[in-house]
């Protein structure tokens, strides 16, 4: 049987049975993690299933309800239109990559760590078939406000890793963190002496509200591990910091009013937009009951009787007209004026639509969504210099790399539990290096790209006028300083690479050199010319032949 800090029930444990993680060695009164929204449940020892198990639905109501509020904002057309720009920006998945990468450059490990951290990197993508759901992961993650997945491990060889990755529905599932305390005989204030986490998932949440009859199915509760389950969150908390909210909850008073603001157009327009007749009908000095008989009368004469069938295009005569496009017939006693008949005039401000517009951008602004975006008819994308850009675009790319930034912990904290499990690393090297394993996406906004360029442009200009200056006012590391905005690493780094740049270029020389002189060494000496041969005599001349005596 299990021991207190080795419970396995649909899942697994890595650390040791009886260790106890640093933080809970450490006297406090607060709990060393509180941005997850967690249930807390105190204990005064060991407790059974049914003391933290939220029975009566009260707390997974809550988030039930709130989920389901944030998921029914979701579906509002324009609401979905600025969560699919934002999503549309943060994953960008093409043929060639699953839209996302890992960095591994700046930990210090042998290329062999490396290569197997990448290979397991690109497993748990597989498993979490990224490159086809990755949309939808992230948009289930950016609405909901969190994200469980199940990790599937195989009790009797972890050796192997994590098998798979299923993926569990937010609102039947709750963190909980069940929290020991005891007093401390110096300050008489009560200290935590051990904090337990895990998960509690219930079938059917919804079903265990107040007034409800509590069956057999809805009370069941199954108990994960915390190592079992991937929890993410967006990082948002409500003011009591207990509930984690989705970034939606900025955009639930605007989309209200908005619909609101539609439906009361809708019945404006369909209450003003016909002329209606007025009839004053003169009864003269009947007493009231024959005026009103007699005004029907009148209105059973002059009534239209035909109305119009839409799903069948014929005339029917039917008396079930709307109230609100009937016409008035007002009794006129006597002394006033005849029978008169009279109109109604139509609403004249049918076609103004300002609030409408007004409070869309409402929600596009809560949403930190441009504005320009608003409107998809006449929003044509263009590639210009950075400096034409609004600056709201900018401020946009910003809140997609801090969405990638916390979305990028569901890779990391599956990765750490896989590399853990495979014994790859451990736990040590991990904390070590955590900080420095990067998540890259594939960027889809031409924006952040214009501006890296231009300001490398802007510096390479200042570069050229500076240049002529250096040794006489400035030095070489006071422009790679201030100028190109070099730190020591990169200086050291293009110092080094340009040495090994120079080195290779004397070497490329040389060789080009010695090769040149082996080459003219390898060609076979010229032929000597041969000597020129007398000319004839011309004709008609006379040859002199002299002839020399010996001495």
């Known amino acids: 049987m299990a021991d207190d800090n080795s419970v396995k029930l649909f899942g697994f444990e890595i650390k040791r049975a009886g260790s106890k993680d640093k933080d809970e060695k450490l006297k406090s009164i607060v709990t060393a993690k509180d941005d997850d929204g967690a249930g807390y449940v105190t204990a005064s020892g060991a407790g059974h299933f049914g003391q933290y198990v939220d029975i009566d639905g009260s707390g997974s109501k809550d988030n039930y309800q709130l989920v389901m509020k944030y998921r029914g904002v979701a579906i509002h057309p324009e609401c979905d239109a600025a969560i699919e720009d934002i999503v549309n920006e943060a994953i960008v998945i093409d043929d060639d990559s699953p839209g996302v990468s890992i960095e ?41 406000g969190k994200i469980y997945h199940h990790l599937v491990v195989d009790p009797s060889n972890e050796k192997m890793g994590i098998q798979d990755i299923r993926f569990i529905d937010a609102p039947k599932m709750r963190k909980v963190k069940e929290v020991k305390k005891k007093k401390d005989p110096l300050t008489n204030a009560e200290v935590i002496e051990n904090v337990k986490e895990y998960y509690v998932y219930q079938e059917s949440p919804g079903k265990g509200g107040a007034g409800s009859v509590h069956t057999a199915q809805n009370r069941q509760a199954v108990k994960f591990t915390e190592d079992s389950i991937s929890y993410v969150t967006s990082g948002l908390l409500d003011e009591k910091r207990s509930k984690v909210l989705s970034h939606l909850q900025k955009a639930i008073k605007p989309v209200n009013q908005l619909r609101m603001m539609e439906d ?76 008169e008949i009279s109109s109604l005039p139509g609403g004249d401000n049918l076609g103004q639509i300002d609030d409408i517009i007004y409070f869309q951008k409402r929600l596009y602004k809560a949403l930190n969504v441009p ?54 690393i451990t736990e040590a090297d991990w904390s070590k290096w955590e900080r420095d394993i990067r998540v890259d996406y594939n960027r889809d906004n031409h924006f952040a790209e214009l501006k890296e360029s231009e300001i490398l442009k802007e510096r390479i200009q200042t570069l050229d006028m500076v240049s002529q200056y250096v040794g006489e006012y400035f030095t070489k590391d006071w422009v790679m300083r201030n100028v190109l905005k070099l730190s020591e690493e990169d200086m050291k780094e293009l110092e080094d690479k340009v040495e090994d740049d120079q080195e290779d270029l004397v070497n490329q020389q040389g060789m080009a050199a010695q090769q040149e002189i082996e080459a003219q060494a390898a060609q076979p000496p010229p032929a000597p010319e041969p000597e020129p041969e007398a000319a004839p005599p011309a004709q008609g001349q006379n040859i002199t032949i002299t002839h020399k005596s010996a001495k």
């Open 264 to 339: 009361s157009l809708v019945i404006y327009r369909l209450a003003r937009a016909p002329e209606r007749r007025i009839f004053y009908i003169d009864v003269g000095n009947l007493p009231k009951g024959k005026a009103e008989e007699y005004m029907k009368n009148i209105m059973a004469k002059y009534r239209n009787k035909l109305v119009y069938d839409a799903n069948t295009g014929d005339l029917r005569d039917d008396r079930k007209h709307m109230s609100m496009l009937e016409d008035f017939w007002l009794p006129r006693r006597e002394g006033n004026r005849s029978t």
């Open 104 to 144: 591994l450059d700046e930990i210090e490990a042998s290329e062999n760590i490396k290569k197997q951290i990448s290979e397991e990197f690109e497993n748990i993508l597989r498993m979490l078939n990224f490159s086809e759901d990755g949309h939808d992961i992230f948009r289930r993650w950016y609405v909901d």
């Open 371 to 424: 504005l320009q975006r608003l409107d998809q008819e006449n929003n044509g994308f263009s590639i210009g210099r950075s400096t034409e850009i609004s600056r709201d675009e900018v401020k946009f790319q910003k809140f997609i790399d801090r969405l990638r930034n916390r979305f990028s912990h569901l890779f990391l904290k599956i990765l750490k539990k896989q590399l853990v499990l495979k014994k790859v």
